[in-house]
Nanobody, 115 residues
Framework: QVQLVESGGGLVQPGGSLRLSCAAS????????MGWYRQAPGKQRELVATITSGSSTNYADSVKGRFTISRDNAKNTVYLQMDSLKPEDTAVYYC?????????WGQGTQVTVTS
């Protein structure tokens, strides 16, 4: 059974930092493109960042220079380091694992940026 379990969300002030983690099980982690997506209230889910099996990365323009995605294949874990957080980063953040037709999602973790 495939499981993606996110952690690390919470409440932070503008300008602060958080590090999200997503631990995967039930998949050959190193083969998957891993991604982080987010969904704010009343909005569609959007791409935040992805990292391929070869560790190539891609970021949404809104987070470039502030967020960093990384992976540890030995730990079957993908991370999202979020710095210089803004109120508009407030959303539920979801972990995604993608390999051709196999597409899995985590349950999400809430990130709230407010003063």
């Amino acid at each position: 059974q495939v499981q993606l379990v996110e952690s690390g969300g919470g409440l932070v002030q503008p300008g602060g930092s958080l590090r999200l983690s997503c631990a995967a099980s039930g998949i050959i982690f190193s083969s998957y493109t891993m991604g982080w997506y987010r969904q704010a209230p009343g909005k569609q889910r959007e791409l935040v960042a992805t990292i391929t099996s070869g560790s190539s990365t891609n970021y949404a323009d809104s987070v470039k220079g502030r967020f960093t995605i990384s992976r540890d294949n030995a730990k079957n874990t993908v991370y999202l380091q979020m710095d210089s957080l803004k109120p508009e980063d407030t959303a539920v953040y979801y972990c995604n694992a993608l390999l051709v037709f196999y597409n899995y999602w985590g349950q999400g973790t809430q990130v709230t940026v407010t003063s």
